[in-house]
């Protein structure tokens, strides 16, 4: 659909260090591959998405999710024949800089440094993990990805503008990032959305009536269900109307992205780069959908007292643990605290929180100020 808007691989702007091609293998499909292998994509098994692995076995972690996210992804690249080996390397790598506990450790995170002017933000740590924290070559230092990897890891929630970021001056400041980038952030809240919607109904959070009544879009699929499906149970009803939502999202993202590239105009890469928004979309109607069980989502879930207790305890830990190492660095490992002096402590124990799991955390939060 939209061939003319795919990024040729061929013209990447290539590695911060020049290696020599694969005989079988493109850039943007060994990018895929170092971070598959990377250590912080492993570490993601282990951090929360949003409901903790204590109150069920089935819930997805940040892992499962990164691996739906990148389902759906590719699914719409291909449908619009876009380059799938770019979006589905940026989809992998869109969570890597996630701190434990889901957002609630990246507000804590984010809290502790505003102390010291500085801010804590997960995309912009998942381009230092991938350029400089993950060590598995002799080399060079971090994962010597593509270019447009990079950049999209950096641009793929948000633009920005000359200036607004020192660290990311080099990614292209004021432009649009490729159109398999702006796919991820929508695929992302697909993804997220419906995943979450799933585990707060095992949890028994919600029912499934309480969302027709609250989303209409999600209404006429449930008594579209409930129509061709009438003595089937509860449960399979619900898992039934929710493939029908997660169909149809992705179908308005495709048929929304190519009814705004096609109102912009847009016949090259470079079109997609100047224009002055992006161009990846949802149809008005599957927007509307979507922001919907935002909503609902997060007035009857994430705000929800079970959910609240545990964030703001695992922010309050993550502050605890931030302020020990600020009073006690002698008490970092050896590989990070020989960073210092030459970074701010602040810094240096903001990246050494932000990597850990969910477990790796509570042991050494255990284990440096016990209970």
């Known amino acids: 659909m939209l061939r003319h808007l795919r990024f040729p691989v061929e013209r990447s702007l290539g590695r911060r260090y020049p290696e020599s091609a694969h005989p079988y293998r493109n850039a943007f499909q060994r990018d895929r591959d170092r971070i598959v292998h990377a250590r912080a994509f492993r570490r993601l098994e282990a951090k929360t998405q949003v409901f903790t692995p204590g109150l069920c076995d089935h819930f997805r972690n940040r892992l499962t999710h ?12 291909a449908a619009l024949s876009l380059d799938e080996d770019l979006t589905e390397a940026l989809a992998l790598a869109h969570d890597i800089g996630h701190p434990p506990f889901s ?7 984010d809290d502790r440094m505003r102390r010291f002017g500085a801010r804590f933000d997960h995309n912009l740590h998942a381009v230092r993990i991938v350029e400089s924290f993950e060590q598995r070559y002799a080399r060079f230092p971090g994962l010597n990805l593509s270019f447009e990897v990079r950049e999209g890891i950096a641009k793929h929630s948000r633009d920005f503008g000359p200036g607004e970021n020192p ?18 952030d929508l695929a992302d ?21 309480e969302v027709a ?11 579209a269900s409930e129509t061709q499906f009438p003595g089937a149970p509860e449960s399979a009803r619900f898992h039934e109307t929710l493939r029908a939502l997660i169909d149809a999202l992705v179908s308005g993202l495709i048929e929304g992205t190519v009814r705004r590239a096609s109102e912009a105009g847009a016949g090259s890469v470079e079109d997609v780069r100047r224009h002055p928004a992006r161009l990846a979309a949802f149809t008005p109607e599957t927007e509307t959908a979507n922001r919907d069980l ?4 997060h007035r009857r879930v994430y705000t929800a007292p079970a959910l609240q207790e545990e964030r703001d305890r695992a922010a309050a830990t993550i502050a605890e643990l931030f302020d020990f190492f600020l009073e006690h660095p002698e008490r970092l490992p050896a590989s990070h605290g020989e960073l210092i002096p030459g970074e701010p402590a602040y810094r240096v124990i903001c990246d050494y929180i932000a990597g850990m799991t969910d477990g790796f955390f509570q042991r050494t939060h255990r284990q440096m100020l016990g209970g």
Not at 213 to 223: H, I, Q
Not at 294 to 297: E, M, N, Q
């Open 167 to 184: 660290d990311l001056e080099e990614y292209l400041p004021g432009l649009r990032p490729p159109l398999e980038a702006q796919l991820i």
């Open 103 to 109: 957002h609630a450790g990246e507000e804590a995170l």
């Open 213 to 223: 009544a609250a989303a209409p879009y999600y209404r006429e699929l449930y008594e």
């Open 66 to 77: 990164t691996i739906e996210v990148a389902q759906i992804a590719r699914t719409v690249a």
């Open 189 to 209: 809240e697909i993804a997220y959305n419906t995943a979450d919607l799933d585990d707060a109904v095992s949890a028994g959070l919600l029912r499934s009536e």
């Open 294 to 297: 935002k909503r609902f989502l």
